[in-house]
């Protein structure tokens, strides 16, 4: 993700620690745990593998004799010179999809020369590097400008499995950045949003529905075109940073966050936009100015999630930004809920952006599970460790982030306000950040995974105000035995969950530390791809 400083001199967020046990507790009662962090369990004799880690030759060696887990190499299974396993999707033919990120981990700052997708396809073990053509046709891009040494490509921030209306599943994908100073006429332009589609021969990329910010600005109304896709001459039009995707249930269109702000309209928060699956922007919200108390926060949109159990013209979504104030110093993270209107082509905020606890505490990752319930993984104030995961049920037909914050009156000026969540499930508060937030559909598990490989499966009981948590299981699935230097940086990126198979696929990434002055020049590093098999975790 586009880098994010701690407020600790010289330290950033690729830098995090590693995990330990845990316990779990509802608010008002809690609720003891037996389940101790560290590795997993054997599984039962003659039983499928709790863990499969799935690397090139030689990659894997540190996990030899690592309990429950089996080793498998893939020849294929190595990403371009300067790409890192990013977040990921899955298919259901059981196809998985990665997204690749620079090294740096900061899509500002690249370390490849191509823009690619990884595909992995389980049935036959065999990985494939998409590599995603300019319009030109060049499959390798090079900056002119002298600060970047010849670097260029283009990162893959997202990819989302989504359906066209006829039921053909269809891979949705963005990029942050896609333009890095070359000259266009020559080398062309990469997608902003782009498609792969499913042939008799397998997934391939599909330029007829894929756009380059350009393309996007021809397919929106002029003045709308301006704000969402600004000119900034004599570049393309920029998407503004486009970085999480999230399908909207009834109308299916998809919430786009738009990382960045626009330059040439002088402001620095970012914004949403709706589009659907051929290109059109639908919907288009600009974050305000904001100014609690005087004080100036840009508002970054990093991530958002939709509510599967929305109504036609009220479906709902939360967003999770980045914050910083005036002085470039990192603000906590808030929570923010919407609601989206296919016929009135209208975002609105409903909630207030709220902070679960004014601790400095960040809301992390969010997801729902199918009866509207609201997970959000958060992270204490140093940035690096986990803080109690908070939970928003939907009690009726809203959840407290509305019932207690709503956007009414001039909200920003109650930005970051707190909204006290429902339940602090107690004991999720150990190891790392949670990068991976997802839920096992079958059993309505929410899985939870640390940066470091902390996987904490939290088991939800009843409904409502009525609701208490215990822990399914704990398991430490080793990744630290994957760092064979310290120069590089082992962690986990968003997961995806195989609903029909029962399996939770993990991307494990290695970056480049700090130590290596960017810019240099693209090369290889190791990463690899965790299955984690369901059935065997949850004992199902």
């Known amino acids: 993700m586009i880098q994010r400083t701690t407020g600790r001199r010289g330290l950033t967020r690729r830098q995090l620690i590693g995990a330990a046990g845990l316990t779990v507790a509802s608010v008002g009662a809690a609720v003891a745990c037996d389940e101790p962090g560290g590795p997993p369990a054997p599984a039962p004799s003659g039983g499928p593998p709790l863990t499969t880690v799935f690397g090139a030759p030689g990659s ?7 309990p429950s887990t089996t080793l498998v190499e893939v020849p294929e299974l190595r990403f371009g010179a300067g790409q890192a396993a990013f977040m990921s999707t899955v298919a259901g033919d059981g196809s998985v999809f990665v997204g690749t990120t620079p090294f740096s981990d900061d899509q500002a700052r690249p370390t490849s020369n191509d823009m690619e997708i990884g595909v992995f396809t389980p049935s036959a073990r065999q990985f494939t590097r998409m590599v995603i053509p300019t319009t030109t046709g060049q499959t390798t891009t090079a900056s002119t400008d002298r600060n970047f040494r010849g670097i260029g490509g283009a990162d893959v921030s997202d990819v989302l499995v989504v359906s066209d209306p006829g039921g053909t599943p269809r891979v949705l994908f963005v990029s942050a950045l896609p333009f890095h100073g070359w000259d266009t006429r020559t080398s062309g332009q990469y997608p902003s949003v782009g498609q792969l589609v499913l042939g008799t021969e397998g997934w391939r990329y599909e330029r007829t529905l894929s756009w380059t910010a350009d393309e996007l600005a021809g397919r929106a109304e002029p003045w709308t075109a301006t704000q969402a896709y600004p000119q900034v001459s004599p570049a393309p039009r920029t998407p503004r940073g486009p970085v999480s995707l999230a399908r909207l249930p009834r109308s299916g269109h998809v919430v786009v966050a738009q990382y960045f702000g626009d330059p040439r309209g002088g402001t620095d928060s970012g914004a949403l936009a709706v589009l659907d699956l051929d290109g059109r922007l639908k919907a288009w919200w ?11 926060v840009v508002v970054n949109p990093r991530e958002v999630a939709a509510d599967p159990t929305s109504e036609l013209d009220d479906e709902r979504f939360v967003l999770i930004s980045d914050c910083r104030d005036g002085d470039h110093k990192t603000q906590p993270f808030p929570i923010q809920e919407f609601s989206y209107s296919a016929s009135a082509g209208q975002i609105v905020p409903r909630s207030g952006a709220v902070r679960a606890v004014q601790d400095g505490s960040r809301m992390e990752t969010a997801c729902f599970d199918d009866a509207g319930n609201l997970y959000v993984a958060r992270t204490k104030a140093d940035g690096l460790s986990a803080a109690t995961m908070a939970v928003y049920p939907k009690l009726g037909s809203e959840r407290g982030l509305v019932r207690r914050a709503p956007a009414v009156g001039d909200w920003t000026q109650t930005f970051g306000v707190e909204c006290a969540p429902d339940y602090l499930v107690s004991g999720t508060d150990r190891g790392g950040l949670v990068r991976s937030l997802t839920i096992d559909p079958a059993t309505g598990v929410v899985l939870a995974v640390a940066v470091g490989g902390l996987l904490q499966a939290v088991r939800p ?16 699935l080793g990744l630290a035995k994957l760092r064979e230097s310290s120069k590089w940086y082992v962690g986990v990126r968003r ?14 990434n290695q970056l480049v530390l700090d130590g290596l002055k960017w810019p240099y020049k693209p090369f290889r590093l190791d990463q690899w791809l965790a299955r984690v098999d369901l059935r065997v975790l949850l004992a199902s």
């Open 60 to 66: 894997l060696d540190g996990l030899k004799g690592y």
């Open 286 to 296: 600009q974050y305000p100015p904001t100014q609690p108390l005087g004080v100036p």
């Open 461 to 476: 009981a009843g409904s409502g105000d009525q609701m208490t948590f215990t822990i399914a299981a704990s398991v430490d």
């Open 495 to 508: 997961g995806a969950v195989d609903a029909d198979r029962r399996i939770l696929w993990l991307p494990v």
